[in-house]
């Protein structure tokens, strides 16, 4: 008899063939594969499929906790704290690195010990120890000298960050316009919304009627979820999709908008400890596209005004969302889906009283020997100028603020675009030394308070590696000496940036 074992490792089955001549063992071998072969492929393609059964169950559990979660966007806000943590907002780490120490040095450099027998005979020995002994003290001293450098840049970078929290929380306090507008913009801009959701907005405080303005981007029909179901279809092998029913989520829709607009008014005036607001307008906007023109629009299809009174007498965890709005006199034309426009009830005016006219410096560049040492105020507008060219092309806006550099802004960009746009913060420093990571941090919380979405950071000096570690992942760019030259160029202008070390940096 010839024998034979073979096995197929994906079915986990071996079996030993015998047979009484090598061609019928070959045959016999041959049949057995095959017949492996084809159990092999029947057994992927059921684990395929259940792969497949199991995703589709997967993505629908995900699906509908997705949908449940703006279900309940009103409900999930009413149990969280909004009022900012000051605390959190302290800069309260400590310095890491560790004061060097003469002994290291020594060992480093391999000073050998005292040995004055020794030495007594070989004087060279006694030359050869001390000049290794005044080379680790050199190199210890400068050591010591970085250290402490450094660590006086840190602290005096925390201290400032702190110094900054406490103006900025008495400022809250005392009800100070810019301030009450950027404490409120925090508020809304911590606010948690589920994956997926694109939030922009912009706030501003009117101080004779103690009353905040939010201007608030609702998410239009395509952006608000509305898939069950993934289905597997096993005759096709392939999973499909099934949504609500129209008139299901044209309601699921618009409960969603009155759950955002409730949502936000209650964030702020619970969050308003001081008590500085009395009374909060919402106006809800939306991007669409009108389908008779093609056109692009932007428009406001809630409005609803709610005084602190009234507003925080409601029990919110019972309230029908649509019924209390239409209880509060809201403001719509119509079904929400239908993104009727309505005029609000107050509108935020967009002229902020921060921004100033326009000064040309652009036009007597290639007179300015360096901009490292033109006036603070002249590069601001210069800076502004150089980005209104980079924006035109796309029919943004740009302003530039006041020399109080109230909220801390150079210039602001406003890009009319419904995906791309948005409200770009712009700050010009015109420094001679590396710039300090806390001006980058500064603008990266001004960029959140004023509900940009990106910040810009030009210098005509240059940033260090903290800096750009801390840029990173940030919708931050930080432009330096070298990149504005570029820019200018780019505009056929020719500059000089000639750094001047010992200047105190603007």
């Given at each position: ?235 096709r092998k392939e999973i499909t999709l099934r949504t609500m029913k129209k008139k299901e989520f044209e309601e699921h829709y618009e409960d969603i908008i009155y759950q ?187 960029m959140g308070d004023e509900g940009a979405v990106k910040g810009i950071l030009v210098t005509t000096s240059y940033y260090g590696n903290d800096s750009r570690e801390f ?36």
């Amino acid at each position: 008899m010839f024998r034979t074992h073979i096995s197929n490792r994906y079915l986990k089955e071996d079996k030993v063939i015998a047979a009484k001549t090598q061609w019928e063992l070959e045959q016999k071998v041959k049949k057995q594969k095959q017949r492996w072969k084809e159990k092999e492929l029947k057994a992927k393609e059921q684990t395929e499929v259940e792969k497949m059964k199991a995703m589709a169950i997967a993505d629908t559990k995900g699906a509908l906790e997705h949908i449940e979660e703006y279900r309940n966007l009103l409900h999930f806000s009413l149990h969280r704290k909004h009022a900012l943590d000051w605390d959190k907002l302290y800069n309260k780490d400590t310095y890491q690195d560790e004061e060097p120490e003469l002994e290291t040095f020594i060992e480093l450099i391999n000073v050998p010990k005292e040995d004055k027998f020794i030495e007594f005979f070989f004087s060279s020995l006694t030359t050869k120890r001390l000049t290794k002994q005044k080379e680790a003290e050199r190199q210890y001293h400068n050591a010591y000298t970085d250290y402490h450098s450094a660590k006086n840049e840190f602290l005096n970078e925390q201290k400032e960050i702190n110094e900054s929290v406490d103006q900025f929380k008495l400022a809250y306090e005392e009800s100070i316009p810019p301030f009450l507008e950027r404490y409120f913009g925090a508020v809304i801009n911590q606010s948690t919304y589920p994956k997926g959701f694109e939030k922009n907005f912009n706030v501003q405080y009117v101080s004779d009627a103690k009353a905040l303005v939010i201007d608030f981007d609702l998410p239009g029909p395509k952006k608000v979820p509305d898939i069950i179901e993934y289905k597997f279809v096993l005759a096709r092998k392939e999973i499909t999709l099934r949504t609500m029913k129209k008139k299901e989520f044209e309601e699921h829709y618009e409960d969603i908008i009155y759950q955002l607009t409730l949502r936000n008014i209650y964030e702020c005036f619970s969050s308003d400890y001081a008590s500085t607001t009395e009374l909060i307008v919402f106006n809800g906007w939306i991007h669409g596209v009108d389908t008779s023109t093609g056109q692009d629009f932007h428009s406001c299809i809630v409005s609803l005004q709610a005084t602190r009174s009234e507003f925080l007498s409601l029990n919110l965890e019972k309230v029908v969302p649509k019924d209390c709005f239409r209880n509060l006199k809201g403001l719509n034309a119509g079904a929400l889906y239908q993104l009727a426009p309505v005029r609000p009830i107050m509108e935020l005016n967009r002229d902020d009283k921060r921004f100033v006219e326009s000064k040309e410096i652009l036009a007597e560049i290639n007179s300015i020997p360096n901009l490292a040492a033109m006036p603070w105020e002249d590069f601001e507008h210069l800076v502004r100028q150089l980005f209104e060219k980079y924006f035109a092309t796309v029919g943004a806006e740009v302003k530039v603020t006041k020399a109080s550099r109230d909220g801390g802004i150079d210039a602001v960009a406003f890009d009319p675009d419904p995906i791309r746009g948005g409200k770009f913060i712009i700050q010009a420093k015109r420094y001679n030394q590396v710039v300090p990571i806390s001006a980058v941090r500064e603008l990266n919380g001004i960029m959140g308070d004023e509900g940009a979405v990106k910040g810009i950071l030009v210098t005509t000096s240059y940033y260090g590696n903290d800096s750009r570690e801390f840029a990173k992942g940030k919708p931050l760019t930080l432009l330096d000496g070298a990149n504005l030259i570029q820019m200018f160029k780019d505009y056929g202008y020719n500059v000089r940036i000639e750094l001047r070390k010992n200047e105190k940096a603007n």
